[in-house]
C-alpha cells in the first residue's frame, strides 16, 4: 500500500468498515441468524408483475429505453400519482430511476453547491447523509425525539433554518422510525418552506404503509408546493420489487430536464424489465398492496405486543415497515445491544446510530419475516434481555 497521503478524495467521509458490514461478517459465523435489520421485504413480488416480466424479456425488451423511463410507465407514475391525493404531473416532469436511493443523489447532484445546506432529519434514512458528503454541502440534522414521535414539525424546521438553507428532506412515513408526520404539521412545515424558499424532497416511498388510519400527506400537492418539491418515490415497497430496482421522481418542470441528464449520464435507462414490471404493478390489480400492508400490519402488532411485554418502549409505528424501539432501557447502549444480541440470540437489528441518531438509545426491527419467526426473534431477544439485566443487577 503506498504512503503519504490518502488516495480518497476529501470528499469520501466513510473510510472504515461500516457496522453493519461488520454485523453482517459475524452473522455469516452463525447458525440461523434471523435477520429483522434490512428494509427488504421478505414477501415475494406479487405473480402478475413477474408475469409481466417473463412476458417483457420474451418480447425483446433487453434494450435501451427513453432515457427518463418508458412513456406508458410515466404516464401510470402520474396517474398513480394524482389517484393517491398528490400533484398533477405531466410525463415530462417524472424520471425513472434504478432505485429511490439513486433518485436521491441525482437530486443531490443537481441541486447542492458546496456549502449549501441540506436539512435532514435525525434520525433518517442514511444515504441523505452520503448524499450530502458527497456533494460538499453542510448537513443540518434535525434532532427529533419521542416527544412529537420522532417526527418533524413547523417549529423544529424554523429553527434551523440559515441564510445557507437550501434544500429540506422529508421522509414520510420515516426511516428509520415508522412515524408519520399529521397532515397539518406537514401543512405548517410547507408555510415555513415557502417562507425560506426552500426546496422539498418528499421521500413518499412507504406512503402506501399506513397503520391505525394514519396518511401520509403527499407535499407537492398543498398550496404552492409543487413548484418548488421533488416527489421521490418507487415500486420496491408497497409492491416487495427491491431487487428490480425502479424508482422515480418527478419535479417541477423548470428543474427536470438539467436532473434528467445526470440521471442518463449515471445509468442511461433504467432496465427495460423493471420497468415493464413496475408499469403492470401500477396498472394492474391492486388488492396485492393491501395484503402486503395487511401482513406487515399483523406482524407490527406482534412485534410491538413482545417489545412492551419486554419492558422496552418505542415510537408508535405508523408507517413503514419499522419498530425504533429504545433498547438501551436494557442497562447497555443500542450498539452494543445489537452486537450481543447477535452473537447471543442469532437476531439482527440495527442500531439507531447507523440513521444519524444522535444517542445511542435505539434501534430499528424490521417486520421483514413472517409471524412465526417475528415470534421466535422475540423469544430469543428476551432471554438475552434478560440476562443483560441481571448481570447489571449484580453489577
Not at 421478505?42 to 424479456?57: S, Y
Not at 452473537?343 to 447507523?354: A, E, H, L, N, T
Amino acid at each position: 500500500m503506498p504512503n503519504g497521503p490518502s488516495r480518497l478524495a476529501r470528499r469520501v467521509k466513510l473510510t472504515d468498515k461500516h457496522i453493519v458490514t461488520r454485523m453482517m461478517d459475524i452473522a455469516a459465523e452463525l447458525p440461523d441468524v434471523i435477520k429483522l435489520g434490512r428494509g427488504d421485504p421478505d414477501v415475494d413480488t406479487p405473480e402478475h408483475i413477474v408475469r409481466a416480466g417473463q412476458e417483457a424479456l420474451a418480447s425483446g425488451a433487453t434494450h435501451y429505453t427513453h432515457p427518463m423511463g418508458l412513456l406508458e410507465l410515466r404516464e401510470a407514475i402520474a396517474n398513480n400519482i394524482a389517484i393517491h391525493g398528490g400533484a398533477l404531473y405531466s410525463p415530462e416532469d417524472i424520471v425513472v430511476t434504478p432505485g429511490g436511493q439513486q433518485a436521491m443523489f441525482i437530486i443531490a447532484l443537481g441541486l447542492l453547491d458546496p456549502g449549501d445546506e441540506l436539512i435532514i432529519p435525525c434520525p433518517g434514512y442514511n444515504p441523505y447523509l452520503q448524499a450530502a458528503e458527497l456533494t460538499d454541502a453542510a448537513l443540518v440534522n434535525i434532532r427529533m425525539t419521542r416527544a412529537t414521535n420522532f417526527t418533524l414539525t413547523a417549529d423544529l424546521v424554523r429553527e434551523h433554518i440559515t441564510p445557507r438553507s437550501k434544500v429540506l428532506v422529508l421522509i414520510n412515513p420515516g426511516n428509520p422510525t415508522g412515524t408519520v408526520i399529521p397532515s397539518g404539521e406537514v401543512a405548517r412545515i410547507c408555510e415555513v418552506a415557502r417562507e425560506h424558499d426552500l426546496i422539498v424532497v418528499s421521500d413518499e416511498i412507504y406512503a402506501r404503509l399506513t397503520y391505525d388510519g394514519h396518511r401520509a400527506q403527499p407535499v407537492a400537492a398543498l398550496p404552492g408546493m409543487q413548484e418548488r418539491t421533488i416527489t421521490l418515490s418507487g415500486m420496491s415497497k408497497a409492491y416487495a420489487m427491491t431487487g428490480w430496482r425502479v424508482g422515480y421522481f418527478a419535479g417541477p418542470s423548470d428543474l427536470m430536464p438539467a436532473l434528467a441528464e445526470i440521471h442518463h449520464a449515471f445509468a442511461i435507462s433504467t432496465a427495460a424489465v423493471s420497468q415493464h414490471a413496475a408499469l403492470a404493478a401500477l396498472t394492474g390489480p391492486q388488492e396485492c398492496v393491501e395484503e402486503i400492508r395487511s401482513t406487515f400490519d399483523q406482524r407490527r402488532q406482534v412485534l410491538c405486543g413482545g417489545l412492551a411485554e419486554m419492558g422496552i418502549s418505542f415510537a408508535e409505528p405508523q408507517g413503514a415497515f419499522y419498530v425504533y424501539a429504545k433498547v438501551a432501557e436494557t442497562g447497555i447502549e443500542a450498539t452494543d445491544f445489537c452486537e450481543r444480541l447477535l452473537k447471543d440470540g442469532q437476531v439482527m437489528i440495527f442500531p439507531g446510530k447507523i440513521y444519524g441518531d444522535y444517542t445511542d438509545d435505539y434501534a430499528r426491527l424490521s417486520m421483514t419475516q413472517p409471524v412465526p419467526r417475528i415470534r421466535e426473534a422475540l423469544g430469543r431477544m428476551a432471554r438475552v434481555v434478560a440476562a443483560i439485566r441481571h448481570e447489571h443487577s449484580v453489577a
